[in-house]
T-cell receptor, first 112, second 113 residues
């Protein structure tokens, strides 16, 4: 059973455009939703995370939008740059209770 | 320079051989994790450990074993019972179990010939 469904699998965006990656979850007990960024040959690193008490969180060009009723959250990358080209993973967990469950990942390519 | 060190970075083994992947952390974190990454499959949890001398199975523990004799170390053994061992293995740690941010190592790529 896939607890976190991520889409699209791959994404190509023009430099300066907006990249949008979506995730849906099933377990309503999840209360922590991070996004990780992974460059080729490296381990993932935390990019941004949100708790369900807010609907949006912004850090620089990266924004998480959270829709509790729809059980969905998304990552928006504004003014996408070639250096943003990486694989992005959404994840979810019950803080203090369960390990992170990851989506299958989205490979983003930002082209000039 | 704090972080997670995984070794070796690349490893080749013949089918039927056991292999042990090393993971060491100097972040003073209590919890450590092993994930497996396959193309298009995301990260799947193999084992995790909340404290020394204790560990729990993740979603895909069959064919793997771990030990946690020291806080800093969490080695993973891929046994001959693992049907498809060729993969990218990632070790991670967090301050305490299930408390949020995971810090990952750079991974070990195992190829079974």
């Amino acid at each position: 059973q896939q607890q976190v469904k991520q889409s699209p699998q791959s994404l190509i965006v023009q430099k300066g455009g907006i990249s949008i990656i979506n995730c849906a979850y099933e377990n309503t007990a999840f209360d922590y939703f991070p996004w990780y960024q992974q460059f080729p040959g490296k381990g993932p690193a935390l990019l941004i995370a949100i708790r369900p008490d807010v609907s949006e969180k912004k850090e620089g060009r990266f924004t998480i939008s959270f829709n509790k009723s729809a059980k969905q959250f998304s990552l928006h990358i504004m003014d996408s740059q070639p250096g943003d080209s990486a694989t992005y993973f959404c994840a979810a967990s019950i803080l203090g209770n369960t390990p992170l469950v990851f989506g299958k990942g989205t490979r983003l390519s930002v082209i000039a | 320079d704090g972080g997670i060190t995984q070794s070796p970075k690349y490893l080749f083994r013949k089918e039927g051989q056991n292999v042990t992947l090393s993971c060491e952390q100097n972040l003073n974190h209590d919890a450590m994790y092993w994930y497996r990454q396959d193309p298009g499959q995301g990260l799947r949890l193999i084992y995790y450990s909340q404290i020394v001398n204790d560990f729990q199975k993740g979603d895909i523990a069959e064919g793997y074993s771990v030990s946690r004799e020291k806080k800093e170390s969490f080695p993973l053994t891929v046994t001959s019972a693992q049907k498809n061992p060729t993969a990218f293995y990632l070790c991670a740690s967090s301050i305490a179990a299930q408390t949020g941010e995971l810090f990952f190592g750079e991974g070990s790529r195992l190829t079974v010939l």
